[in-house]
């Protein structure tokens, strides 16, 4: 049973390109969950989403930061115009339903280092 | 607004001891859940424990062990018979209503090391 997957686990970017973040739910789960963790302010909730939807993005930057979930294939944390700020460990985790709250399970992350 | 806290930044025991690690929370819901990650060296988050606010039975699973006490808002983590392999942060979390069930609030983090 595979668990939940990212790709690519490292991914380094010169400021002002772009960053695509993917991330594959466990089997049978429809909701994902983004996540960033920065050195200095820990693991914080940036969006969640089900199939083609965006249900909460009140941790989403307003700016540069977008993520969808087709209704066919990954999740898509897309980060344009990279600045050195966005360097951070991002995680996805995925949950099978929402039945008040289910437990989510994390992926590897993505190291994103902005150069 | 939902509330983390773990106070302790980093815990380090010689193995086979025991350790205990603190998680306070804050919310207004009456319906939450409270949760334990791991992150060992290598990075990623594993799920260890879940609870609901109205199961307050404490729980024991090999050498892990949790105290929920909704009188104090705390939901601590105790490993009992520390090994090397324990070593890693533990972070407590919190989801509930006020923000959206999909929103895990996460504390700072508690670094646990383990000598041998």
């Known amino acids: 049973n595979a668990g939940v997957m990212q790709n690519p686990r490292h991914l380094v970017r010169r400021r002002g390109q772009e960053a695509r973040l993917r991330c594959s739910p466990m089997?049978?789960?429809?909701?994902v969950y983004w996540y960033r963790q920065l050195p200095e302010e820990g693991l914080k909730f940036m969006v969640y989403?089900?199939?083609?939807?965006?249900?909460?993005e009140s941790g989403m930057p307003k700016e540069r930061f977008s993520a969808e979930f087709p209704k066919e294939g990954p999740s898509i944390l897309r980060i344009q115009q990279v600045v050195r700020g966005d360097s951070a460990a991002y995680f996805c985790?995925?949950?099978?339903?929402?039945?008040?709250?289910?437990?989510?399970?994390f992926g590897p992350g993505t190291r994103l280092t902005v150069l | 607004a939902q509330k983390v806290t773990q106070a302790q930044t980093e815990i380090s025991v010689v193995e086979k001891e025991d350790v205990t690690l603190d998680c306070v929370y804050e919310?207004?819901?009456?319906?939450?859940?409270l949760f334990w990650y791991k992150q060992p060296p290598s990075g990623e988050l594993v799920f260890l424990i879940r609870?609901?606010?109205?199961?307050?039975q404490n729980e024991i699973s090999g050498r892990y062990s949790w105290n929920f006490q909704k009188s104090t808002s705390s939901f601590n983590f105790t490993i009992t018979a520390s090994q090397v392999v324990d070593s890693a942060v533990y972070f407590c979390a919190l989801s509930g209503s006020t923000d959206s069930w999909g929103k895990l609030q996460f504390g700072a983090g508690t670094q646990v090391v383990v000598t041998p």
């Open positions: 989403l089900q199939k083609e939807n965006i249900i909460d």
């Open positions: 609870r609901n606010s109205f199961d307050e």
């Open positions: 089997k049978g789960h429809s909701h």
């Open positions: 919310t207004r819901d009456t319906t939450y859940y």
């Open positions: 985790a995925s949950s099978a339903r929402l039945l008040f709250t289910d437990t989510q399970y």
